[in-house]
């Protein structure tokens, strides 16, 4: 176990680079697949490492004893969006990447770039497998933007902050009744950003907080989603051959 990782650390960024780069050649490949079944076939293996990158960090948990069987069931962000990923990325579904990018990419970025400094055992295996694992979330959306040509839309923004604060609400009650703390509402996790931002505002004050954010971002997201969609839309069509 490690209590002092260093954020923006030499470990840290080394990872992220290695994250980002995995992503990029899996985006890479998709973009330019000649047909839609290759593009399936890439988007099936990149689906296949995120999985197996998660899965060996719970194995890892598993063999030092600090597995818990609920995380398996989490209803933490970036658990919903692991799954949803996956199926997106084997078949591309707009509701499903709609949440992956809008605010799957928000929640993945702040644990990739603040990924605290407590880590259980074996300590700075565990943290790179942490970091990576939510790294790829992020390069997954951005492959089905980018290869798939998926846009986010404003209907979506809405209704992911409408059901997504209903959902906050009624995972409130799950959390009472299970003793648990998904979606650290209940309290902050030791060793996070989040604890600052519960020193600063107390509880329930963090939550909103973070609520409030989550909706700025989410929408940034849409507004960066629909330039870069257009984006590549318009080079495509700048390159495209004269019939």
Request: hydrophobic content about 55%; aromatic content about 12%.
């Amino acid at each position: 176990m490690i209590t002092d990782f260093k954020g923006f650390g030499t470990e840290h960024l080394l990872t992220l680079l290695v994250s980002v780069s995995i992503g990029v050649v899996f985006i890479l490949f998709g973009a330019h697949a000649k047909t839609e079944r290759q593009r399936r076939i890439i988007g099936i293996l990149f689906a296949a490492a995120i999985v197996v990158c998660r899965g060996s960090r719970y194995v890892m948990d598993a063999f030092n004893g600090v597995f818990e069987w609920y995380d398996l069931f989490s209803l933490h962000i970036c658990h919903i969006d692991l799954i949803l990923l996956c199926i997106c990325l084997i078949k591309p579904l707009k509701p499903l990447f709609n949440f992956c990018f809008l605010i799957g990419i928000p929640a993945a970025l702040s644990v990739a770039l603040f990924p605290g400094s407590t880590h259980p055992a074996p300590g700075m295996p565990r943290a790179v497998l942490f970091i990576m694992s939510h790294t790829l979330l992020i390069m997954g959306a951005l492959y089905l933007l980018i290869a798939d040509k998926m846009k986010p839309t404003l209907r979506a923004y809405l209704w992911i902050a409408a059901l997504g604060n209903v959902a906050l609400v009624a995972v409130y009650f799950i959390n009472r009744a299970l003793d648990t703390n998904f979606l650290y509402i209940m309290e902050a996790p030791a060793g996070t950003v989040i604890v600052t931002l519960e020193n600063l505002f107390g509880w329930p004050g963090y939550v909103l907080v973070i609520d409030v954010m989550a909706l700025v971002m989410m929408f940034i997201m849409y507004l960066l989603g629909r330039l870069l969609h257009k984006a590549i839309a318009g080079k495509e069509k700048a390159f495209a051959t004269p019939a």
